[in-house]
């Protein structure tokens, strides 16, 4: 068996499975590990392995732990290509935790080395352009991110932001460079890294530029980090490897759950024509029995999603974080005895932190990437012990069209 050679840490579970869905259908077969990995995780024969952190919104100090033991794994594991996956919107705060990992992973590159790359993902509306982020046409502080209950995203400027969190400079290949090629940016690149700078961001507004920046950069000699967009960009470099086929599953009940409060989400929700199930974190009721009856008219959405002002009223009774883990508990309960005891077999979850809970309340430790639903959303097959494997898209609230609850359904294993 041929050990994976590209291996990224991700700081959640949706961005997880998104950076490893796209370098899938881009010919890198893939799979996804939870947790930090130890000796009983059985690779398959991949290119890619995405080791997928809750580590977002932990403490400073545990998600660099967790980092460094992930990424010491994959180093093990033969890797050659070690890459950050952090959110294609930069979700962090002035305390990280972008810059601590990054600094930290530096530790196990050569000596001299920087973190190079970009969060740009154009296929989702993720730009960079002069260190700023859009989403679409509009500025990252102009955009619904800017008002998210754990990140708000009010700084567009990017190296501003990381150099908030980073104890080194932060330097920035302007677009006009990259515009000239792999070897303006590899140029420009290594003279801020003598300079000083530890972090090196670049702009990218469309593939192109994606291409140019994976051809500019020496995996062996710099951390590579940033979105699924530059991880597609290596793997289209590198050639595809052999296809590998997810695990069946079984002929089942479907379920959709989401926890996820983006914009985008709450057009999803609106859109979904079939039976709803509503959550509500002040009134819970008895949510398996409700669900266990609307599934009598069909595929169920239950949803937690709501406005940004119903999300500050419940917040302002609960608390930030007590809500939060209320509704990620509440869904990842239900999504375990759906599957577990009714015979559900394909669940679609919307919103990182809820599709963290639902993986861990089915005891799942691998995924297989499977068929992509739309850009950025992939469908995948998970493997439990001593269980039949079940099929789980995990969406990021951000990304699928309107009527993805009502399409997803076409590419599911």
Not at 81 to 97: A, H, P, R, V
Not at 217 to 230: E, K, N
Not at 271 to 294: F, H, M, Q
Request: aromatic residues 4%.
């Amino acid at each position: 068996m041929s050990s994976p050679w590209f291996g990224a840490v991700a700081d959640d579970v949706t961005g997880a499975v998104d950076l490893a869905g796209e370098m899938a259908a881009a010919g890198s077969p893939a799979v996804v590990v939870f947790g930090v990995p130890d000796a009983s995780i059985d690779l398959p024969d991949v290119d890619v392995v995405v080791v997928a952190l809750k580590s977002r919104t932990a403490p400073a100090g545990r998600a660099v732990s967790e980092s460094l033991a992930s990424a010491r794994w994959l180093l093990d594991h033969g890797v050659s290509t070690l890459y950050q996956k952090y959110c294609s919107t930069f979700d962090s705060t002035d305390e990280g935790n972008i810059g601590p990992v990054a600094e930290a992973l530096l530790g196990l590159r050569p000596a001299g080395s920087a973190s190079v790359g970009t969060p740009a993902t154009p296929h989702a509306g993720r730009t960079q352009y002069q260190g700023k982020l859009f989403v679409g046409d509009r500025l990252l502080s102009e955009s619904s991110l800017a008002t998210h209950p754990l990140t708000p995203m009010t700084d567009p400027d990017l190296v501003r932001v990381l150099g908030r969190q980073s104890t080194a400079p932060v330097g920035l290949v302007h677009h006009e460079t990259v515009r000239r090629g792999a070897a303006a940016i590899s140029a420009h690149a290594e003279r801020l890294v003598a300079e000083g700078a530890r972090h090196v961001l670049v702009d990218a507004i469309d593939d192109d530029d994606l291409v140019a920046i994976a051809a500019a950069i020496d995996p062996a000699t710099a951390l590579l980090g940033g979105g699924a967009g530059l991880a597609t960009a290596i793997a289209r470099a590198h050639g595809g490897g052999s296809p590998s086929q997810p695990p069946g599953v079984a002929q089942g009940g479907a379920l959709i759950v989401s926890g996820s409060g983006s914009e985008r989400t709450r057009e999803q929700v609106a859109a979904y024509p079939g039976p709803v199930v509503t959550i509500d974190p002040l009134n819970l009721g008895d949510v398996p029995g409700r669900v266990r009856a609307a599934m009598q008219q069909g595929t169920v959405l239950v949803s937690a999603t709501a406005s940004p002002d119903e999300v500050r009223r419940v917040q302002a009774e609960l608390g930030v974080a007590a809500s939060a883990e209320l509704i990620e508990a509440t869904l990842a309960d239900l999504v375990r005895t759906a599957v577990d005891d009714w015979g559900v077999s394909r669940v679609i979850v919307a919103g990182g932190e809820t599709s963290g809970a639902v993986v861990e309340a089915l005891g799942v430790r691998m995924l297989h990437l499977g068929e992509r639903a739309a850009p950025g959303v992939t469908w995948s097959v998970a493997t439990r012990k001593g269980r039949p494997p079940v099929a789980l898209l995990l969406k990021s609230g951000n990304f699928g069209g309107e009527d993805l609850f009502t399409t997803a359904w076409e590419s599911a294993p």
